[in-house]
Structure formats: structure tokens, C-alpha cells
């Protein structure tokens, strides 16, 4: 398959990678519904372990076995699948080559009590490439007591991947004793979040849809004294990727908790709306019954195609 | 032998191990009175370095010998016989190649006070080997502040193993400050643990038989939204495996404290009618005289045949 | 371009080097508009990292994208450009060999609350001499309670960097619990400051201006027991000079924030009088539009060569 | 010299160790006076560095001399002379082949205050190799917090030492937060502390001789139930030496504070009778005269030959 | 250059040492104004480091420059120069081969509260080899609980350091939490840690003059049972090098703060009578102007090459 201008387009702001990196990016924006368009929709799945079985699969009982994800993932015409090491290989090798796989490498539970929030490395880049995966995942915790070990440790991560053609995804969610709760999601918060992870190396970038909180005084007065628009959540993602080397990397955003359909349409219409590159939803596709979530997915997807 | 359709189904499920491992899989499932079934029974005996030789082996004091558990485990027709390295040490020449056997990765001890339950990593993947061990054991206690050590101790030894050709066991024992004493064994934990043992990349599972205490409010919450059953040990351990990928590890409990031959069986019983795939009996098996105990797992192995 | 006797003279502190740092070290102060002056003039841009992207870029949009600052470096004349890794990476294929580079392998940010000034490691030296860097850059405080980890860390990178023929720049910069706020710039603490750096291997040293204020009694006492000049800036600039080495190491001066033309210039012209190597100056280049900042940066490369 | 039955038996035991781990054990049973009885007596002299010079040497200064050690040890006809690194480098040159040398690998001294009980590991295995060591020596103390980290450094080193044909020697000495004064020697923490060792890996193994206390309910029980003799040193050794794999491992004794030679005698006697595999004999030796200290050991090694 | 009978004795000490090592010895022994007598004054100037450059040079600003050491250090002939990495890069290639050079490999500075005493490692065995160096310098602070940390680093410090051919010097500094002020430089103390220093593989020792004070209460009662002469400072020193294998450690001693120069020689004169084997001697050398300087050392020669 050719690439589309806006594919090479995206592949010129990645031109220090080598070719392994830059091959496995292309498998990335070339599979499944949006294959071309410079968008991606990606099922993620780590709540089983994140959240607890329970939680997780309860609603919809088919979603204990790892195989109905591939397939969803597949069926859904999802750019890629991503989850954690015992996921993945339990499908890994009947699935083979049929989705793009990202390993996701840390994980958290809610069963301990952790002074600073801070996630296990539960796999490594060599799991990555033995799984057959595209890229690897990696949580940090900007705001957390514990971010030197985070960064550090993604640090290796991602040397190790690029020199082994993988492609870094970073999922940044603030949290930590230096941020309010409400801060976690504060407009302010969520592009410094992005930054951060972009420095930090990698090549797409998850955060959260941010918030018209302003969590930093210093960044207020920037906000006020520029006048820069943070009112509807289409301005402030706009914003999140501006801050993100001026839209020069992949920056997607979460879909949270499971809500009703309209709901989530109308949220990712308006990021759409303010240039984000994709959706990736766990809980909201995975938690319906198979028809409905396949049902939701198409509509995501035409959204990212159509712009509405 | 050749495979039986059952033993062939479940390495359907570790498709993307090397054959190495598969091969240490299939020694595993074809060793003893269980060979083919897909069942299990395990010898372990690390009670000497957890509770101290006394509180083991006094009331059976043959057990101070650590030939007498090869033998009991060869007798008995078990799976295999698992025990920390010393232990295996003092008998794996002479009794080389006659039951597998698997070394205990870690240790813990009723002497030290310590913070957060964490137990020492006292062997190795390289120990295993030299050993000829088919498997490495080790614990995680999901629940402690050291979780993070505990998964990523695992993460670098499960690599290890996998790409050496062994088969990874992981004992899941919920303890620590985030937990009440009660929700160590509470079905939620216990299938969260089981969940979190096999993200982590473990071929077969060890819990504890769970109690129908719930621990976390939210897995209540959806207990009792979807009317999961969890009243019966069956129930509960049915809940467990489905927990643990739908049924696709190998998920095997304990069977704790010394107790009435008939409470064993019982027990037992309730767990295979719930689908466990088998027990891994240590005090109820070594604290007997030996030819109770050989009576008592003939049993056991009675029940996982067939069925009762 | 052969080598002015300024240069040789500078390459002479440096005898014990290998080839490789020279040759990278001759490029630093042979390229831009002070070349073979001995003089240099550095664009330093971690601030998207170090204070969020609003606070660093909202007074001058274009400076979101990382090539911008590739290009204003490049077009001022500057001798180098540093950034972390995620800046370097965006322009280093687009950009190569049009300006050295200088990967700083350390940041900080301003989410997290940490007991003790440390920044967090987020490159390495390989990932200097992938990207094409003249040398890596790295930050110390002395005074924080995390020295040593800071000097051990700098330890290995600097024996890599100097395997490896990279140059090694030492951002010194005091702060911690054994130091008052005003401390951190005090002219003996600013002395020491650069003298550890010097210590540590840095091959270039870059520190604060110095202020009056005296920090440490027993420092006090050298200065008035031996009548040592320390009122006006380019006095202590020429204090802090013979501080490093006799003036056998580049020693060079950060600009800090934003503030007037004339007053950037004022400070410059002291510094140079005191003997300054020259400048680093950020937001004082890429927080003013493009013209402004050539034009500031052109009469601050025109006070180092001219020496007013 | 052909091996005796005993020596024969002994190395049994040892079966799933090389022939290099196999050969330096006969070393050690085959030296001496006591050469192929199974028997020991080893010179241990860590002293120095444990309680400091004056308290050690001054009641015998000719102990000053490193040399003065080998020399009691050869002429004794010990089996064994055990020593920090400064000390086995000083004389392993000159009395190289004489007589079986242990480095102690691990060392503590009494300047510091320490919070948990931890010594520092000061000599490696490879300096045991270059030193003609048959063995090298460790110290653990079950019930410190931080036993972790003694037991997997020790893991590291006794896997190396094997690998390496070496012996490993373990002192295994209770004492830390979790247990009371008495409780250090009580007869139940004895026991369980040379299980630990042994189940570490260990091939001789080193504990004090216990006293009548018992420290953990959970044993007092047992002993109480299964009517457990443990009223004279005998009984309590007889206890030690079969909770340490029913004797199969080598279990020896120390001899403690310096004490007149009626006392030591009759100590020793006790623990001969109640099966003890040897003594490890530090002050008692060399703070005695040099002609004291040999009619000493010679008494010893006579009881143990014969058997009172 | 044949040796002497007094360096052949020296030698015969350190037999388990390699012939790259005793290279490295002789060169020590046999450079400058006391070749040949088995005694050496050594020129250290790590105080830029750790006191800061205006406390240290301000006397003599010369000093500031680092080849002004390298340069005295040769014309005095002292045996050899000691520095941190800084200094020694700085020199090392202009004045190769001319004066044997120690490496200090770790270091500390007055600008950071720490809880224990604990100097950073700033420089390799690698850096000491790549400069020239006839050895490697570590400063060991027992009575710290940071003790374990540093005897750590050092074993490995000291393996790599033989195995390369080069000495190993130990500063013995007592201080921390386990020691009061006082204790610091007290007979005892300073007679474990030349002890400390000799068990971890120390060829040359260094410790501060001991004073008539005891610190620990075991070992007063052996300095009166015994009758250990303590009174004077040649009987401490005669004490401390008894102490230190007995006489078969190279121990030297430091000169502490400037003084008259008569002090110095009166102090020098106790010491070289003690037995001491020589002098470090910083800040009496190079805060003095360098003619005084040049005539102290003479003088500080004169007395160890006549005892008087």
C-alpha cells in the first residue's frame, strides 16, 4: 500500500528514527478503518489488571478471554491492540499478524496501598518483539514523588525499542502529592503532561481530555495574558496538541469510564474537532456486548474520517 | 506417550511459548497417578524456611529429610514436588529424573520483622537448571507496598525462564497494608490475584481457596449488580478460573493448614466440581505418617479423575 | 579552518582528551559568528520541560515547534544549540550538520513535589551519537541532599561521553537544604559551584551570574582576611573564572529570565569584562519574536568579540 | 590419602555439586588432625575487624601479625583458618598450600550504629580464587530486617562459589528487631536459622550452641507436644544437627567469649555427644599463649577424634 | 634502580600481590628525595573539592592554577601527587611521567546537609589508568551509617585496582552517628580504622595523628589492663601501625590544618619516631607560599630520612 501524503506527511516529523521504527509507526497508520488518514482508534486493555477482573469484565463476561479482544480489535477495524504481557500471550500466536500489537510494559493494581503513585514494569522490549508486537506502552505519572524512577526507567525503554525498531507509546497521566485531584485533568496539567512525554521520546502520546481547570498560577497568568482559548474542550485539545512540538506528534486521547453512546460520540466529535489524532477506548468498547461496541467503534471511526 | 486431546487443548493455550517450555509443560501434565488428565497434584515443601523446621516436622519427624519428600512425591504419583533450593539440592542427584520438580524462587521467614511482606529471592533460573528442574516457583504477595520489587523480580525471572525452556509457577497470596486479614482470601482478591499472577506471565497459578468475604467495595458492587454466584467453594473457585482468562492457565489451590483427612477431601471435592485444575497439598500431605499421607493423596488424585 | 592561537590555547587546558573530544570540542568553538574567538554563545531551550510549555512558549507561539529553535540557533551564529531528547530528535535529521548540538541529558519539571533537588535522567550518551551531538549536557545542585547521586550519575556519563569523543557541559547550579534561597547564587557558592563542576570532569561549566551575597562564614573570612574584590559582577565573574582551574576551563554564564534588551546587554558587557568564555541564553533569545532575538543575540555575540 | 567411609558418606550429601565443589570439600575433611574422621575444627579470626584491634590482640599481641594466625592454624593441625581479605592477603603468598583458607566475604565493625543488623560484603569470590581459598565464608542474621539483603547477596555468592568449585561456609547468627536477646541463641531459633542456611545453599554451616530458651510460641508448642528433649546442650545440638536435614548438612559450632579451658572442654564434649560435626574456634584460641592456645586445640580435636 | 633491603621488605608484605601491583609499589617507594627508605611524603590537594576553592587557595592563589601542584609536588620530591579527577586531567598530560600520581576516587563538599557521611565516587579505576596513575585513592568514613555503602564500593574498587595493576590508598577517616566528636581522632578509634582499612585491602593506610582520648569503653579497659602505652604521640602512632598487621601495612599520617611550620615539624618528629611511615601533607604545603613550602617539605624529608 502506497503511503498517503498525510502519512508521509507525519513520517517527516519522526525522520531521526531508523527504519525499523519508522516501518512499524507506517504498520500503525496503515491498519484497519482508518489505515491512510493520519488517525488511529486503538483498544486498549488493562484493566483486568488496573481494576480487578471484576470490575472489568463483569458486564460483559466474553471480555474474560483474551482472545474476544484481538478479535474485537480486529473486527473493529482498530489501528492496534494494546495490553499487558499475559494478554498478549494468550493471542499472540493464533492472532498472528492479523492486528498491530503494542505491549503495554507497566502496570498498576488498586489491592496495595503506594506512598507515590507508581506503576510495575511488568514486561520488557524483548517481550515486545517475541509477541510480534509494533511498539511498546509505558504509563508515567507526571506529578508523582516517584517520576525520576518513571522517566528513567522509560528512558531505557525507549532506547532500547528505537534502536530495536519498536514504536514508544506513552500513556502521561498526571497524579501525584504535587497535584490537586482536580488538577490531574487541569488544561494546564494535561499539555505540560504531553510535553513531557514527547521529550521524553516518545512517538505517540496518550493523555487524558483535558479539563477547563488551570492548576499552575504561572500558567494562568500566561492563559490570561495571551488570551488563549480554553473554554470548550475542541480549544483545549487544540491547545494539548499545539503544545505537543506544535503538532508534530501523535497525541491521542482516552475515553475514560464507560458512559452512554451519545455521550461518548459528542466528546470525541469535539476533539476531532480540535485536531486530536485518535481515540483510544478501553471500558467503552469492551464493557458492551460485542454488537454494540462494534456499532460504537464504526461511529468513532467515521468521525476521524469524516471530521464529524 | 502421545498427548491426550485435553493435554493438547490446554498447550493450545500457551501457543506462544517456545518448545521448551511446552516440553516442560507436557512433563508437568504427564508425570504421575494424574498423567493426562490435565489435572494436577504437587508436592511443595518450603515450610521448613517459612515456619521453621519444628513447627514443620515434628509431627512426622521423617520430613526432617529432604530424600523423604522426593520419595513421597514419587510414591504418591504427584505432578511434582516443589521445594526451595536447599532442599532440592540435598536429593536432586539421586533421585534425578524420577518425579519433576520445581525450584522455589523465593523465601520468606517467621523470624524478621519487615515492613511490607516481601519475601528474599534465595535462587535462580540458572540454579533451576544445573538442578533439572522442569519449573520455577515464586510468590507474590499482591497487596504489599513492595509489590512493585515482588512484579519485577518476577518480570526479569519469567523472562528468563521462558527463554530457557522452563515453565513458570506463581504462587498469588494477597497480604499487605492495602488488605484486612479477611480479604487475603476474599473471592474478589483471590481472583484479582490469580488475574494479576497470569498478566505477569505465569503458566500456572497457585491461590488459596477462596471465602465468600468480598473485600473491595466496587467488586461488591458488581457481584451483586450481575448476580454472580459466589456462595459454594465451587461457585467461588468456578468464579476464580473464569477469572484467571476465561479457563486458559492452569489455575491450582492450596491446601493450607494440617486438617482431617475427610475436611481435605471435602474441600477438594467442592474445588473440582468448581473446575480447579488441581491441588498443590503440602502440610496435610508431609505432616502425616507416610502411609497416610500416600492414603490421603491417593484420594486427592481419586477425586481430580473422577470427579468425586 | 585552521586553528586561531586563542583556540590552540584553550585546546592546551584540554591535553589529556582524546582526539574525539577535541575534534567535537574545536567544532564548539569553531562554528557561528565567534568562531576562533574562544568565545561562545550557546541557545540552551529546556524550558518546555523544565516549566511546562505555556509558561515557556505562550509569549511567542513559533517556539512550540521544535525546528524553530534548530533555526534561530542557525541563523544568530550561535556555536550550539542544547535541548532534551525529545526536541533533538524532532530537527536532528532535518537540521544535521548545520549547527552542533548538545543533548542535555537531564530535566526536571515542576508537577512533582521531591524531598531533594534531583533531576531525572532522560538521555544518554548513545543517544547523543545517534542523534549527531558535539557533546551531552548535564545539570548538578550542589547543596541538595541527592549529590551524590547526581555526581555518580554525571560520573559514568562523563568516562562515556569522553570514550565516546563527546564534549561534556556541566549545568552547576546550587540549591537544596544546605542552602538559603539567596545562597544559591552567592559568589563563593557560585565559585564552588563551578570548581565541583571542574572536578567532576566538565569540560565546559556553566553557572549563574554570581550575586554579592556571601554564603558560607568560613568563605567570608577569605574574602576580607585577603581583600579580595567581589563588588561589582565583573569582578566576581573574574573571581568565579580564576575559581575554575586559574581560568584553564571554559567557564560560561546563563541569562536567566526574560528581561530587557539593554538590561541582558548591561549584564553581558560586565560578564565579558570580567573574563567571561560567554553566554547560554534561553528565554531571553526564544521568548522574544524572531527579529528581536537575532538582534539580541547579534549584539551579545558583538560584545564578546569586541569585548564591550 | 583414600577416602574413609565417613568421608564418603559426608560427600553423599553433596551429590548435586561438581567435582570442583566436591574436591575443595574433601580439602577441608581431609586436613589436619582430625583428616577423614568427618570431624572439624576451623580457626576462624574476623575479630579484627568485628570488635577492633586492642580488644582482640592485646591479651596476645603476637596475634597482631597476620602471619602469626596461618602459623597456629597449620600447627595445630586445624582443618581450616577463616579470615577477612586484608588478612588472607597478607600471608596467603607465604603460607600458600599449607593449610585450607575460608574468606570471610562479609564483615561488620562496632563504630557504626547501624539500624538493622547488616555487614558489609567485603571480599568477593574471585578474590578467593586468587587467593587459593578451598572456601568462602558468609555471615546472615535471620531476624534482622533486613534480611533480604543478606540472603540474596548470599545467593549471588554461593551460586558463583559452586559454579567455581568453591565451599560455602554460612555463620548463620540470629539477632534484629524481630527477636529478643535471649531469643538469639534460644534452642527453636537456632534450629531454624541453620534450616535457613542450609536451605540458602550453604555446605557447612555455623551457629552458637543454643541454650534451653525457646523464643516462638509456635515452637514451644511443639516441642511441649511431641515431648522434645532439649535440657542439655546434647539434646539441644542433637536437636540443631537433625533440623538441619536430618544431619545431612555439616554443622559446626562456636566457641564464643574467651573462656577458662575447663569450660570450653566441657562444652565441646556436650555438643560432641550430641552429634556436632566440629568447632569453629576463634578467641579461645588466639587469645590464649601461643603454647596455651595449641594444648587447647589439641584437647579439642582429641575429644572430637574420640568421641569424650 | 636495585631495591633496597628496606623496599624488599615492604615488598615481601604484599607477596599475594601481582607484579603489575608491585610495579606500582616500587614506584611509590623509589620516587623522589625518600626513594629508597620505605618512607614517602605525599602531596594531596583534594581540599578545592571539598572546602571550596577560596578556602583553599586564597592564601596563595597560585594554587588555584592545577598545574601549580603538579609542579611542587615534583620539585619538592615528594613520592607522589593525589588528586581528584578534575585536577589530574587537567596536568596529567604536561607533566607525564614525571611524579607518580593517585587518583581520589571519591569526594565530598561542604554545600550539602547530608544524614551520614558519605562521599560521592567521582572518578574510575579506568579514569586512574587512562591518566598515568600509580594508584587509586578512596576515603572510608567508619562510625557512618553509610559504613556498609562505602566498604562496598571499595571491594570493588580495590579488586578492579589489583587486577589492573594499580595501589590502593585508604583514607581512614572515623566520623559519624556512632562516634562523638571527640572520638574521631581518638587512639582507639583511629587504631580500628587503620585495622578497617588494612581488613578491606588497603596497601598504604592514611589516618589522622591520634589523640590521648578513648572512645570505646571496652577498649579503655584493655589500654589500662594491659598497660598499652598511650601517652605521647609516638607511642599512639607506634600503637596504630602495631594495630595495623602489625607493621606490615603501609600507614601514613595527615597533617591537618596550615600551622607554623614548627608545629608541623614537631608533630612530623613524634611521628616518624612512632614508626610512622610517612606524611600526606596538603594544606602545610600549598596554602604556604611556594618557596616556604618547598623549605618545609625539605624538612619534613630531612626528618624521615634521619629519624630525627
Given amino acids: 500500500m502506497a503511503l498517503t501524503s498525510r502519512v508521509e506527511q507525519i513520517l517527516s516529523w519522526y525522520a531521526s528514527e531508523n527504519p525499523g521504527t519508522l516501518t512499524n509507526l507506517v504498520r500503525l497508520l496503515n491498519h484497519g478503518a482508518l489505515a491512510g488518514t493520519g488517525k488511529m482508534v486503538i483498544l486498549p486493555v488493562d484493566q483486568g489488571f488496573e481494576h480487578g477482573p471484576v470490575r ?19 473486527d473493529a477495524g482498530c489501528n492496534a491492540y494494546a495490553a499487558p504481557l499475559g494478554s498478549l500471550q494468550a493471542g499472540a500466536a493464533r492472532f498472528a499478524g492479523q492486528v498491530p500489537l503494542i505491549l503495554k510494559l507497566n502496570n498498576s493494581d488498586t489491592l496495595a496501598k503506594v506512598e507515590q503513585p507508581l506503576s510495575a514494569v511488568t514486561g520488557s522490549v524483548d517481550d515486545a518483539l517475541r509477541l510480534g508486537c509494533v511498539g511498546v506502552g509505558y504509563t508515567i505519572y507526571p506529578g508523582s514523588g516517584a517520576r525520576n524512577r518513571m522517566y528513567e526507567d522509560l528512558r531505557e525503554i525507549a532506547l532500547e525499542a528505537r534502536r530495536k525498531g519498536l514504536v514508544v507509546i506513552v500513556w502521561s497521566y498526571p497524579r501525584g502529592a504535587g497535584l490537586s485531584k482536580q488538577g490531574e485533568t487541569a488544561v494546564d496539567v494535561c499539555a505540560y503532561a504531553a510535553t513531557i512525554a514527547a521529550q521524553l521520546g516518545a512517538h505517540v502520546i496518550k493523555v487524558k481530555p483535558p479539563t477547563a481547570h488551570v492548576e499552575q498560577e504561572e500558567a494562568r497568568k500566561m492563559y490570561e495574558k495571551f488570551g488563549i482559548p480554553i473554554q470548550t474542550l475542541a480549544e483545549r485539545v487544540r491547545h494539548v496538541v499545539q503544545a505537543t512540538f506544535n503538532g508534530k506528534r501523535v497525541v491521542i486521547f482516552s475515553g475514560g469510564e464507560s458512559k452512554a453512546a451519545d455521550a461518548v460520540l459528542e466528546e470525541v466529535r469535539e476533539m476531532a ?24 467503534l464504526a461511529d468513532v471511526i467515521h468521525i476521524y474520517r469524516s471530521g464529524r
Same sequence: chains 1, 2, 3, 4, 5.
Wanted: proline content about 9%.
Fill in 273 to 296: 474537532a480540535g485536531g486530536s489524532f485518535g481515540s483510544i477506548m478501553g471500558r467503552n468498547a469492551f464493557q458492551r456486548p460485542r454488537a454494540e461496541a462494534l456499532k460504537l
Fill in 56 to 74: 472489568s469484565f463483569a458486564p460483559n463476561p466474553e471480555a474474560y478471554d483474551p482472545d474476544y479482544h484481538f478479535q474485537l480489535a480486529i
